[in-house]
């Protein structure tokens, strides 16, 4: 009754596909697409630019605001209702602290940084995606940030720690006959590149001390391959311009 | 935004453009790309130039309303995402997204488009419900039409998904083969009027200088299948009979582009 081999064949610490471009919002300040697997988050910036209502200004600095969303057509079963819900809402403000520590708006007080980040398809993994995504529409924008923001899903499957789950992976029971008793524990972590420092964390399921330090250690690993994909999509961006 | 907004009305007058295209020319490059979302039964991406607008058509099965027991139904529903322009703010639709989706809607009921008989399953009792989401990337103009043409594809690429016999549950992680039924093909196109010339596929800068506009959706037979007038000005009815030509001929030029995709 283990998990012994992924379904889709990739290994314990292989990430799915990625594929980033940046600049595919000509009309805001900064944006990305970033595909991992199926799927898909496409960020935008807008910003800095003056923040209503006013007494959400800070006269000190800028306000860091995250918006998520997931289009009606993209979620796996029947059509999503579109508008702000509680799940979007929560993952809006994580998505904030995820990537406040490395922007810096002190430059720019009473204004707001806006960044939206929408969804046309998903497969798991979405705020880390949109994480990703969001980073490189700020470095776009040329908002001042002292390092980029990458992120990934790991987690413990049956036995094993995964990196990058997918939906089966996350519904293991339903979709390997070997593990209909399984667990799963899906842990999206973003790191802030040169440190490594963690400034998301989250995690559903159940998972022992020594597991959960191994699925960060796999983390480390894997958020410098998405890293990667996100630098070589801003080169490839400003060596065009 | 800075608006050309004289310069804009002086070119129209000598029937020309801030970006050089003739008055009734659209943009390019017209990109549809289909089956951009593999969570949609059915989904497009369309490009107008620099205006890009994503559509995903979902299915549900739902019992049918209690005046047409034979027949399924068509939602339309517009987002101007604020991630696509500085001017759209999070929240429930306000009344630009209110008037796209309405006037798209309309093009494809009016029409007939879909045969919503087709769509009954059980009389009075299961029927398919086809709900089409408009969602705007990037607004340069011209959303309306893009829309349309987005839209359309994305009906055009839909397969229903697969339903279990046994407990009727939907399947939507598999697709059929089977495609909707549509019957025609409208599609709306805008016409602006600026300094008393018409225009079509207006910048945003453009849009901000149009006086009047008049939206027309028309199928291949050139048969009209909705209209909705804009704008602060009146137009006369040697205008609108200008206009309904132009609109007919650029359904048809549209239609081509969307044909050549699908092959």
Redesign the interface.
Known sequence: MVYKKRLDGRKWDELRPMEAKVG?????DG?ASFKIG?T?A???V?GP?ELFPKFKQDPKKGVLRC?Y?M?????????IR???NRRAQEIAMVMANALGPVVDLSAFPNAVV?V???L????AGTRCAAISAASMALAQAGIPMKDMISSVAVGKVDDKIATDLDYKEEHIEEFNPDSKTASVSDIPVAMIHNTKEITLLQMDGEISKEDLMKAIEAATVAVDKVYEVQRQALKEKFAKE | MIINKETIMVLAAEGKRLDGRGLLDYRQPINIEMNISWTAEGSAKVQLGETVVMAGVKMNIEKPYNDTPEEGGIMINAELLPLSSSEYEPGPPGEKAIELARVIDRGIRESKALDLKKLCIQPGEKAWFVTIDIMSINDAGNLLDAAGLAALAALKSAHFPVVDSVTGAIDYKQKTDKSLPLTKEALPVTIHKVNGKLMIDPTLEEEKSSEARLTVASDQKGIISALQKGGREPLTSEEISQILDVAIEKARFLRSVLNRYLK
């Open positions: 595919v919002v000509p009309n805001a944006s199926k898909w496409i960020a935008a807008y630019r918006f969303s289009m009606p057509f993209s979620g796996s079963g029947e059509r579109p508008g702000a806006d939206f980040v929408d046309p398809q998903t497969d």
